[in-house]
Structures are given as structure tokens and as C-alpha cells.
């Protein structure tokens, strides 16, 4: 694994950690990236050290020390800088005592807007760069990192604690906690990034915090349907890439997916139907359930697919959420019928609705048409694999 690599994976709990510890992002993001730097000089030459995710974290924080003390000013900041040998205890941080999950839930702030909350965490936590958070939600680099500098000046500025709230005002906030945990997990299973299709230690880390949420609220059954639709998606990951090229979800080798994530996946499911008090993570759970109970692409119950995503779009109406039951659609009443439904669907800047045309298109033998969306589908997304996927198929039509 490489520094970089390690680093990744450690960003989101050394930041989580130095925020506690500082309370300050800036000075905890300014001391993560400098850890880095010495990382990248010593390591090479001197090797990686055996537990590189406490290296960093101590060496962040001595920094953040450094920067504090230079600053030279006997305020709160000066009696931070103390707390290298302060006894006395830490202001309690809740009734959750992960760092990372604190960190979302002061991200998920009310006062914060929601799309600033979804951009605070990717970067804080996912370690995601401002030009790829940009791009997943389809803004200029600029207006990303405004939002950004806002929201952490906002958290400053009204003096938010960086705890897990009360527990009388969990339920509040965990529909916004729930939302930035599955994106964390999209942004992982589908990288907006060029470089890398997949980004295996973001799907990880929401799985990680999905199953810490449940711990946290064991009779809630969003949580439990979000953990077992991250389960059942993450269960495809061995047969998602392919020679560098993505492999949907009709052509993957079922016998490769990893059973025991969908056992636990199904068992979940089980229990969500047995509370009956169904949320729209709980039946993508279930279109997810009855995906990986199919033996076959062709054995799949596309019926039963098509009245969840009914159920889902009363619940939550989204284009969406139309989008994929028009995929449902295809199946049942043919690529016509569904063709006539993603046409009406306000989704022109969105890549899956470029792709999901080309295909219908191709099946309705309108080839040229076809190219042209899968063009459309292509130049509308940087994932290397994805992009491999969209150009064979469109080559395949011929010119």
C-alpha cells in the first residue's frame, strides 16, 4: 500500500480526531496535510512504522501544537496548546465516544445547509478533494469551495460542539446523518474521481459507521435498512470491475459475490419487514434483497422490483427514483414503454439518464440515436471504468 494510499485511509480519523481534540477544522485539516508531508519524507527512507494510522495522528497532532504555540497567545487557543500534559479530562463529547462519528453529526448541524453538510463530511471525512466534490454534485471547483469555507466558518462562528447530540435529539438529525453516510458510501462504490473507479476504503468507512449508528439506535429501522443496502451493494464489489472496464450488474458472476454480506444483508431486510414502518432506505434494501435472491439476471422478479420502486416513489419522489423503475419497466412492458417514461424525466445533466437511453435505444435498434446518448452518457462522467463500459458499447453499435 502506498503513502498516499495510507493516507487515505487514516485522513478521515485523524481529522476527526484533532477536531475533537483542537476544535477548530482548519487547524486540524492544516495539521493532517503536514503529517503527510513528513510522512512522504521519512517513510521512504526509513520504512512505513507498524501502526502508520496512530503515527500520523500523533504526528498531526504535535503539529497542530507547534502552530498553536506560535501563534503565541495566552487565550483558550494557548491553554489548548496545554493540553499535552493537562490532566484534567476532556469536555464529555457525548454518548458516542468515536471520533468519526462526532465528526458527521457536527457536520450535520441544523444550522448547516444541507448540501453544506453532504460537502463538509466528503472532504472531512472522506478525505475528498474540493475538485471532486465539485464534481459529484455538478459545480464549479469555486462555488464547491466557497460552500465549503462557509459552512466551517459557520461551525466556528456559532461556536458548534464537535459532540453527537442528545439523545432526545438524535432522531432529529439522523435523517441528515443517514443522507451523508449512504453518499459517503456512492462516492465509494462509484468514484466521481478519474483515477479511481472504485474507492474501497470509503465503502468501508460508511459500512463502519453504518453499523455503529445501529449500535447507537437498535430499534430504528432506517438505520438498519441503510446498513443492509450498503451490505447488499457492497457484496458485488468482487465482479464490479473488470479489466478496467465496469461490469453491470446483468453480466457480473454471481457465483463471485460475497454471500456472507448478503446473509446479513437479507437478514436485516427480514427484520425491517417484520417492523413494518418502511422508509426509502429500507426498500432500496429490499430491491437490493430481491436482486441478490435471483440465481439469474433472468430469474430476476422484476415485477416485485417495480411495485417497491411504486412504494419508494410515494414515499420519496424523486426523478430518480422514476428513473430506475423505468429500468423496471423495461423489463416487464418493454424498452418502448420505458423510454416514453425517462424521456419526461428532468434529468439531461445526469449520466445514468444519457446511459440509461443508449440502452433502450440500442434495444429498440435506433443505433444512431443510441450513439449519440452513449456520447452524451460519456462525456458526462470522469470514472475511468465506467467511461470504458459506455465507449465498448457504443463501438459495438458500429458507425
Known sequence: MTIEQIFREEYGRVVASLARRFGDLDVAEDAAAEALLVALERWPAHGVPPNPGGWLTTTAGNKALDRIRRERKRDAK????????????HEPTGIVADDRLRLIFTCCHPALAPEARVALTLRLLGGLTVAEIAAAFLVPETTMAQRITRAKAKIKGANIPFRVPSATDLSDRLGAVLAVVYLVFNEGYLSSSAAEPLRDELTDEAIRLGRMLRTLLPDEPEIAGLLALML???????????GGELVPLHEQDRGAWDRELIGEGHALVRECLARNRPGQYQLLAAINAVHTDAPTAAATDWGQIATLYSHLQAIAPSPLVALNR?????????????????????LTSYHPWHATRADLLRRLGRSAEAREAYGAAIAATANAAERAYLTRRRDQLGS
Open 232 to 242: 447488499l451493494t457492497d457484496a458485488r464489489r468482487p465482479t464490479r470491475v473488470s
Open 326 to 346: 423505468a429500468i423496471a419497466v423495461a423489463e416487464l412492458d418493454g424498452p418502448e414503454v420505458a423510454l416514453a417514461e425517462v424521456d419526461r424525466l428532468p
Open 78 to 89: 494557548h491553554q489548548a496548546a496545554l493540553m499535552i500534559n493537562d490532566d484534567t479530562p
